[in-house]
C-alpha cells in the first residue's frame, strides 16, 4: 500500500509539474502575443487614416482585419523620420502608383532619401515617417503621418525590424545646405539647350549653376541652382555620379546628354580636370493622364 501511495503522490507531483509548466508556457505566449499586438500605431498613408502593425517580419498597413500593404522587413533599404512631406520625387512616385494600378507600365528612377527628401526643405509641425523599399528592381516610399508621441516608438521599431539606423532628415538637410556653401564658389555655369528629365524633375533650357560634393570612392553628388546664383535653400534637383578623372587640362565645363526610357536626361558633366558620369539620372517615365 505503501508502494502504490508513494506512486501515486509522484504522479501527482509530476501532473502538478506539468500544469505548472504549461500554464508558465501558456502566460508566455500570451506576453508574447502581447508584445506583437502593443507593436501597432494609428498612422495616416496616402491620406488614408489605417493602422501600422509590426509583428516581426514585415510592416503591414491595415483598415480593419484587411491589410493594405505590406513591406518584408528584408526589403527596407532606408527609414526617415521628417518634417515635411513637400518632395520632388514623392508627387511622380504617386503618379506612378496611381499608373500602376490602372495597368501601366512604369519605370522609376532610384531613390535616395537623404539627397532626394532635401529638395524642398519646406518645416510643418507634423511629423512624417519615409520607408523606402525594393521590390523587383524598383525603389518605393511610403510616407506616413505620425503622432508625435509615437514617432520614436515607429522610429525605433522599424531600426530594429530593418537592420538600418533611422535618418533624421531634418539634420541631414542642414548639413547638405552648409556643405553647399562651402563648395559654391567652386560651382559650374553649364548651358542647358533642351528639355530633359533629371531625378523627376523637368529641367528647361538656360542656365543652371552645378556644385559638386565629393565623396569616397570616386563618387559624389551634382546639386543644380536654376540661374546664375546658387542659393543652398533652393536645390533645383539633383544626381548621384562616378567620377572619372580626365588627362586634359582643359577648364571648359559641359553637358551630354542621353535618351533613356524614351526621355532625353543628363548622360555627364565635364568638369575641370572631371567627368561627372550621372548615375541616378534615369527618370520616371510619364504617364499620359
Known amino acids: 500500500m505503501k508502494t502504490i501511495a508513494a506512486a501515486v503522490f509522484v ?23 502581447s508584445s506583437i499586438s502593443n507593436k501597432k500605431w494609428p498612422v495616416k498613408y496616402a491620406g488614408a487614416k489605417v493602422e501600422l502593425v ?3 517580419q514585415s510592416a503591414r498597413f491595415k483598415t480593419g ?29 504617386k503618379d506612378a502608383g496611381a499608373a500602376m494600378g490602372a495597368g501601366e507600365a512604369v519605370i522609376l528612377a532610384p531613390f535616395f532619401l537623404a539627397s532626394a527628401a532635401i529638395l524642398l526643405p519646406f518645416k510643418s509641425t507634423k511629423h512624417f515617417v519615409r520607408i523606402l523599399w525594393e521590390d523587383k528592381g524598383s525603389t518605393f516610399e511610403a510616407l506616413l503621418e505620425v503622432r508625435k508621441q509615437d514617432c520614436h516608438a515607429v522610429l525605433d521599431e522599424l531600426q530594429r525590424l530593418s537592420g538600418k539606423p ?6 541631414a538637410r542642414k548639413k547638405l545646405v552648409g556643405e553647399i556653401k562651402q563648395a559654391k564658389g567652386r560651382s559650374a555655369s553649364l548651358e542647358i539647350d533642351r528639355n ?10 538656360g542656365r543652371y549653376q552645378a556644385v559638386f560634393l565629393e565623396r569616397p570612392g570616386n563618387r559624389g553628388e551634382v546639386y543644380f ?65
Open 166 to 171: 533611422w535618418v533624421d532628415l531634418p539634420k
Open 65 to 93: 482585419e484587411e491589410t493594405v500593404l505590406e513591406i518584408p522587413a528584408a526589403s527596407i533599404s532606408e527609414v526617415g523620420y521628417d518634417t515635411s512631406s513637400h518632395n520632388l520625387g514623392w508627387p511622380y512616385l
Open 225 to 289: 541652382f536654376r540661374g546664375t546664383d546658387v542659393n543652398p535653400e533652393r536645390i533645383y534637383t539633383h544626381a548621384v555620379v562616378n567620377v572619372e578623372t580626365l588627362n586634359s587640362e582643359t577648364t571648359d565645363s559641359g553637358v551630354t546628354y542621353v535618351v533613356e526610357h524614351g526621355v532625353e536626361t543628363i548622360n555627364a558633366i565635364q568638369f575641370p580636370g572631371k567627368k561627372l558620369v550621372l548615375v541616378s539620372g534615369a527618370p520616371p517615365v510619364r504617364v499620359a493622364k
Open 196 to 205: 530633359v528629365v533629371l531625378n523627376g524633375v523637368e529641367m528647361k533650357p
Open 11 to 33: 504522479l501527482c507531483l509530476c501532473a502538478g509539474a506539468l500544469a505548472q509548466k504549461d500554464n508558465s508556457v501558456l502566460k508566455s505566449d500570451k506576453k508574447q502575443d
Open 54 to 56: 509590426l509583428p516581426g
